[in-house]
């Protein structure tokens, strides 16, 4: 997804990249200006835009299809993440839902606050992390239990998230948090003259590859976290 253009496919077959756009006039808002994008258990590609809401797109057909709540159309959908074969969690302009897809049913998850910069993660035991303006919030979806950690900096936005063991890792816009679910203890990690430190404070993205290092991309570009020396 990108912003004007629409859906790009790259096939690693053939290289070739497939453009998907909606047809609009050049006197309204762009559904083509996308923000977010998740796939669904069905093959559907779920795609959150800046003006239009949310569409839905069927890449057997190359169609798309409106799929709004009575108040998200004509507004963004910044974040996104498949629950089930029929759940999505939408993060909106400042709200969160949850989305029965077969329905077209919204339901509105109280207490949360999202902006352009929420993110949604499930972690292997099937807990729901978001962060958001306001901290990081924790959805237990079985039992239907919400809890909030608020972040120790009310100036701090989450920017990125991701589990791994017993371990959150928090991007943020003040630097790389990192949070140990049995001490219950946070580390700050931030920019400093030793060298050794991490990059900058503006995390953008934390990826975990296939050895388990942890990489985090700033707006200076990657660093790799060691875990022995931190």
């Known amino acids: 997804g990108n912003w004007g253009e629409g859906l790009n496919k790259f096939d690693t077959r053939t290289n070739r990249v497939y453009n998907f756009k909606q047809v609009s006039s050049s006197a309204e808002k762009s559904p083509n200006d996308i923000w977010s994008l998740c796939k669904d258990q069905h093959g559907l ?3 959150g835009t800046y003006w239009k809401g949310l569409y839905s797109f069927d890449p057997s057909r190359q169609t798309f299809r409106s799929v709004n709540g009575p108040s998200t159309n004509n507004t963004s959908v910044f974040t996104l993440l ?5 759940t999505l969690l939408v993060g909106g302009n400042e709200n969160f839902w949850w989305v ?4 077209n049913t919204w339901t509105k998850i109280a207490s949360i606050e999202n902006n352009p910069h929420g993110h949604a993660y499930r972690d292997r035991d099937g807990l729901i992390w978001i962060g958001s303006k306001n901290g990081l919030s924790k959805i237990d979806q079985n039992q239907n239990k919400f809890s909030y950690l608020p972040l120790d900096n009310k100036q701090r936005e989450v920017t990125d998230l991701l589990v791994t063991d017993s371990t ?7 630097g790389l948090t990192e949070y140990d679910f049995k ?7 931030k920019h400093s003259a030793n060298l050794g430190s991490i990059g900058s404070d503006q995390v953008r993205k934390i990826y975990r590859d296939e050895a388990g290092k942890i990489w985090v991309l700033t707006e ?4 790799e976290f060691d875990a ?3």
């Open 168 to 174: 959150l890792w928090l991007g943020t816009n003040k």
């Open 228 to 230: 022995k020396s931190q």
């Open 45 to 47: 590609i779920w795609v």
């Open 100 to 103: 029965n897809t077969s329905a």
């Open 183 to 189: 001490a219950g203890t946070t580390t700050l990690f």
């Open 220 to 223: 200076f570009g990657f660093d």
């Open 82 to 86: 498949t629950i089930d074969r029929n």
